[in-house]
């Protein structure tokens, strides 16, 4: 092999899309992207909003033009979606969203992923365990790496312990979580999915899944069939019906988001996901409705607050479309502050 060769087998691919808050892709945005040494590289998202850098592995952090940095660790193809958060309620032509969204917190962008990667290295931590000494002392290892952020080590001693463990759901689940907050989304859904499999009826498994926000895995074949799963063996739980709701479309989701309010009146995404679809049947008023009982459930709710200004907005009322328009500002601007 030549060198030249040699050094392009060396690099690897940092690529994503930059959408706005609508999920359209933006084209002609600036997309930066930073080495651990404050190296910096510009590119530009092409005509279907997609960027792309080729650099050697390593740690970088990435942002659009106006947003908050990310941290990424680059190895073979790495892909980080970014979210431009908008800010034009108040703009004429702005329309109301026309595509199913049905996240958590608020999309799939790369600020909502690495939030769902915090939180599932916590909820790993968490996870107990019994019998074999061996197999506790090898997950607090792999627990402790998690929790500080290097995810490779985490990975290296989570795949030991499933080796080692093969029938430990938490040691999967381990594996699972490291693999997402490196990017690895198709490895890390393999790992969900045989924790799943491995223990149907365990709700824990199907729980961490249902916190996953890369649509790498959400959309990915087997993620909808294990949510129904989860929905027929729990039948009683909000957080079933919920995520299984979360993978159909607005005619049959509703009736689970509706069982899932029931089940659980505080369970603001499910209050949300309902008046985004009376929104899209334009029941402004059952709209607004909805997303205030999303806020009562759930104050820092953002995109509650982001959906809310636009119903008011549609309404008329725009001294409401305002004011929540303020609040969904100040949250986003909180969420994006360092700690």
């Not at 190296?39 to 080729?54: C, H």
């Not at 430990?168 to 969900?192: I, K, N, P, T």
């Not at 607050?305 to 949250?331: I, P, T, V």
Request: net charge negative; charged share 25%.
């Amino acid at each position: 092999m030549n060198g030249w060769q040699t050094a392009l087998a060396a690099l690897c691919v940092v690529t994503g899309t930059v959408y706005d808050g609508q999920r359209h892709p933006l084209p002609s945005v600036k997309v930066y992207l930073q080495s651990a040494d404050k190296k910096e590289l510009a590119a530009q998202t092409d005509s279907s909003g997609v960027y792309r850098f080729s650099v050697p592995s390593g740690v970088y952090t990435v942002h659009a033009e106006g947003e908050s940095p990310l941290r990424v660790e680059a190895h073979k193809t790495t892909t980080v979606d970014l979210i431009v958060q908008p800010a034009f309620f108040d703009e004429p032509k702005f329309t109301a969203a026309g595509v199913n969204d049905y996240t958590y917190q608020g999309g799939h962008g790369s600020g909502a992923v690495f939030r769902s990667a915090e939180t599932l290295a916590r909820e790993t931590a968490a996870l107990t365990g019994s019998g074999d000494s061996r197999e506790t002392n090898l997950f607090n290892q792999g627990t402790e790496q998690l929790n500080h952020r290097r995810a490779q080590a985490a990975a290296e001693i989570f795949a030991k312990g499933v080796a080692l463990f093969p029938d430990s759901v938490r040691m999967l689940l381990g594996l699972a979580s490291a693999c997402y907050a490196e990017a690895s989304y198709d490895e890390a859904a393999q790992w969900f999915y045989k924790a799943t499999d491995l223990s149907p009826d365990d709700p824990k498994p199907y729980l961490f899944l249902g916190k996953v926000q890369a649509r790498q895995i959400t959309e990915s074949s087997g993620y909808k069939e294990r949510m129904a799963r989860f929905a027929k063996l729990q039948p009683n739980d909000a957080l079933a019906n919920y995520y299984y709701g979360a993978t159909l479309d607005d005619a049959k989701g509703r009736g689970l988001f509706e069982r899932a309010v029931k089940l659980d009146p505080h369970l603001a995404p499910a209050h949300l996901q309902l008046g985004i679809i009376a929104a899209h049947q334009e029941k402004y008023a059952e709209a607004i409705r909805d997303y205030q009982n999303a806020i009562e459930a759930d104050p820092d709710l953002g995109e509650a607050h982001y959906r809310l200004s636009e119903a008011y907005r549609l309404s008329g009322d725009e001294a409401k479309a305002k004011e929540e328009l303020e609040m969904f500002r100040r949250l986003s601007k909180a969420s994006s502050s360092p700690n």
